[in-house]
């Protein structure tokens, strides 16, 4: 009986001791942090992390898990983007939404584990602009509030989530990375006033040389002008009506100061140009450069989530016989809503 005696208070001390170590040395609030520089811009970074919806395109325990199950809720993106899962015993269950989210700076999600309390951990990604480079870094944070199990499991939690984090944030910059990085200098958006012009309606096929399709419109039209005595108010341009199947249908245009023409017009009309809000692109060089400019274009309007508002014109501001090829002039602009 005595020797259980001694193993019981044995026991107990050892028990007493564990909870005391625990709640007077441990620490309540626990955080594992990871690190990673990407070479992309930090806009770039925030776009990749900004959405639960895509979490998956990177996160480490999607690997772990390829069956299991996912719920997504919410906005596609920013606070109230959330995701909720069910997998295997590495992955576990629960849900994490974005509950903060600071363009290009940083987001905050709040995590709830099944089985593991009614209490939340949060997990931060913050990005540290270093102009074409990012700093990334992921950061989980856990309050136990005086739990001496959590304290404990918290000594342990750097080793366990660590190695997750570094692969995540490894995957990050490998998604990030094999983005393309597009020069958007040449962009801008404006609010552009309506002019009258006068144009002739025409077409042509994109795989061959437009240039003589071009000079045949405008010369048709710059003859009703000497013929009727009206002046340039602006530089040539190209108004497209639909571009389909490598035909480019458009209106040969010139602006003008008139409101009204006359008599027999022939091919000729008198029409407005768009009035609002446009994306404008400076093209600096050939014309043949064109179609690589619309998908300049394309991308500026996808990375800056803008909405087509019709189709797009060019504005020929360079005399090509003139200028140097290379310091040929185009502008060219897409209406946005």
Do not use: C
Request: glycine share 8%; net charge negative.
């Amino acid at each position: 009986m005595r020797v259980f005696k001694y193993l019981f208070f044995a026991l107990l001390f050892l028990i007493i001791a564990f909870f005391a170590y625990g709640y007077f040395f441990l620490e309540d609030k626990v955080q594992v942090s990871r690190s990673i520089t990407i070479d992309r811009p930090a806009k770039m970074v925030f776009k990749a992390v900004n959405s639960m919806h895509t979490f998956n395109e990177w996160s480490p325990w999607a690997k772990l898990d390829p069956q299991a199950k996912y719920q997504f809720t919410g906005p596609e993106k920013g606070v109230g983007s959330k995701m909720a899962w069910q997998g295997n015993e590495e992955v576990g269950s629960g849900s994490q939404e974005i509950i903060e989210s600071v363009p290009n700076e940083r987001i905050k999600t709040e995590l709830y584990f099944d089985g593991q309390g009614d209490d939340p951990s949060w997990a931060t990604i913050a990005i540290k602009d270093l102009g074409d480079k990012s700093e990334v870094s992921w950061i989980f944070n856990a309050d136990f509030k005086g739990n001496v199990l959590g304290r404990y499991f918290g000594m342990m939690m750097d080793g366990m989530l660590g190695p997750q984090y570094e692969k995540g944030l490894q995957s990050l910059k490998q998604l990030v990375e094999a983005k393309p990085v597009y020069d958007f200098s040449g962009f801008s958006v404006e609010s552009v006033q309506s002019q009258n012009v006068l144009y002739v309606s025409t077409a042509g096929n994109t795989n061959d040389d437009l240039s003589g399709v071009l000079a045949e419109a405008y010369g048709k039209v710059t003859m009703f002008m000497t013929t009727n005595g009206i002046d340039f108010a602006g530089m040539p341009m190209a108004i497209t009506r639909n571009w389909e199947n490598s035909v480019w249908e458009f209106d040969a245009a010139i602006p003008v100061s008139i409101d009204a023409i006359e008599g027999e017009t022939g091919e000729i009309q008198l029409g407005k140009t768009y009035e609002g809000k446009a994306v404008k692109y400076v093209q600096k060089g050939s014309y043949d450069q064109g179609e690589a400019s619309y998908a300049l274009l394309d991308a500026y309007m996808k990375e800056h989530e803008l909405e087509h508002n019709g189709m797009p014109w060019e504005v020929y501001v360079s005399d090509p016989a003139t200028v140097a090829e290379s310091d040929i002039i185009t502008h060219i602009f897409q209406p946005i809503k």
